[in-house]
């Protein structure tokens, strides 16, 4: 078996105690005089295969430890050497800090149980108190120092979990963060696109038509729009511009729209639809115009918008009906329009007017709907139905 390469501190640590227990038996100090082996040279190979073990006290610690314990059992047949004691200390210690988690958890039971064990067999071998004394001892050059290594071990292991806490808090928070800005930018996409499109649209369709018309009167109808179009749309895209500048906490939140506003949304629409054949009709069954919360209100209201934008830019002649209806508990939204081939210009549409509508209806826990119908007369109708949730204590609380 090919043991792994000495950690650089760790072959530091064994010169270190190698020299130190060498200039030791230089000098003749032992730690007894009693000893099987006699000869001078007997104590250096403990010293030696203990500063061996220091080497791989890192990097094969339960190696290290094993062969630590049979030089420090070896070294008690000589003359000792106090280097060699310490560094058998040290061993112990390194085994629990960087052994498995089984080993650190078995080492220190182990020791004491050794302890413990030799000291009652000299108890009952000598019966007399240097039992407890050579016990003491050997508790502390084995116990003392794997209690101490497994507080070590604890407090590294307490560190480290309380980083990968710390680690995974930011990546959440982070992941908060990505996830609100994209929130932010949706819902920003949603009220930009609800806002402009209208406008847009209508500029698109009556500038077509006068392109196409070689007809005065009906250019100049068509201008007329247009401006009126462009002005209201400039004027939208500032208060847009103005609430992402507005970035102060005490900064006062601009108005949103609420369904009082619909008479003129659809007024509005009714005219940019009107060379297009259409007929807009508002009806709002709701038993009484008392105030919902506010997001219902605001969703509610760009359902519609967005619903007569698309009737604007799709829908053949005919009539466009918006119906409000309060349910017991959620505001119904339905928006019908005649559904076939249109003559005259049309507008472009991406799809994303229905994203938007999906959207806002998902995030108030609401069911949304949108396609071909046939009605009872037999005719095709584009309908778009929402069903927005309203609680009875929020709406009491508006």
Do not use: C
């Not at 078996?1 to 227990?21: E, K, N, S, V």
């Not at 007024?267 to 919360?293: F, H, I, M, Y």
């Amino acid at each position: 078996m090919t043991l792994p390469r000495p950690h650089r501190t760790d072959l530091l640590i064994a010169l270190a105690g190698l020299a130190g227990g060498l200039v030791l038996w230089s000098f003749g100090l032992y730690l007894t005089r009693d000893h099987v082996f006699g000869q001078r040279w007997a104590t250096l190979v403990p010293l030696f295969v203990l500063a061996g073990a220091e080497a791989l006290r890192r990097t094969a610690p339960r190696t290290a430890l094993v062969a630590a314990a049979l030089a420090i059992a070896g070294d008690q047949l000589t003359s000792g050497n106090l280097a060699t004691l310490l560094m058998f200390t040290d061993v112990v210690y390194a085994s629990v800090v960087y052994g498995t988690p089984a080993s650190a958890r078995r080492i220190p039971y182990t020791t004491a149980l050794v302890t413990v064990a030799l000291t009652v067999v000299l108890l009952v071998w000598w019966e007399n108190a240097a039992a407890l004394v050579i016990g003491a001892l050997v508790g502390t050059i084995s116990f003392l120092p794997a209690v101490t290594g497994s507080i070590v071990r604890n407090h590294r292991e307490a560190a480290e979990a309380a980083r990968l806490r710390a680690e995974q808090t930011a990546l959440l928070a982070e992941m908060d963060r990505t996830q609100a800005v994209v929130a932010e930018r949706a819902r920003m996409a949603r009220e930009l696109h609800d806002m402009v499109a209208n406008h847009l649209s209508a500029i698109a369709i009556h500038s077509t038509a006068a392109l196409s018309l070689d007809d005065p009167g009906t250019t100049r109808q068509a201008l007329t729009v247009i401006r009126e179009n462009s002005v209201a749309g400039l004027a939208e895209m500032r208060r847009l511009i103005g609430l992402l500048r507005e970035s102060g906490a005490d900064a006062e939140p601009a108005a949103a729209p609420t369904l009082a506003g619909l008479d003129a949304l659809v007024d509005q629409a009714r005219t940019n639809a009107r060379p297009s054949g259409l007929v807009l009709v508002l009806e709002d069954n709701r038993e009484s115009a008392a105030g919902l919360p506010a997001p219902v209100e605001l969703a509610a209201y760009r359902i519609v918008q967005e619903s007569l934008t698309n009737a604007l830019k799709h829908a053949a002649p005919g009539e466009v009906r918006v119906v409000l209806a309060r349910e017991p508990d959620a505001l119904a939204v339905e928006v019908t329009s005649p559904y076939g081939e249109r003559p005259g210009p049309t507008a472009p549409g991406s799809g994303a007017g229905l994203v938007g509508m999906r959207e806002r209806t998902a995030l108030l826990g609401g069911a949304f709907e949108a396609g071909a119908v046939t009605d009872g007369g037999g005719r095709r109708l584009w309908r778009v139905r929402a069903e927005l949730p309203v609680d009875a204590s929020d709406e009491e609380r508006t």
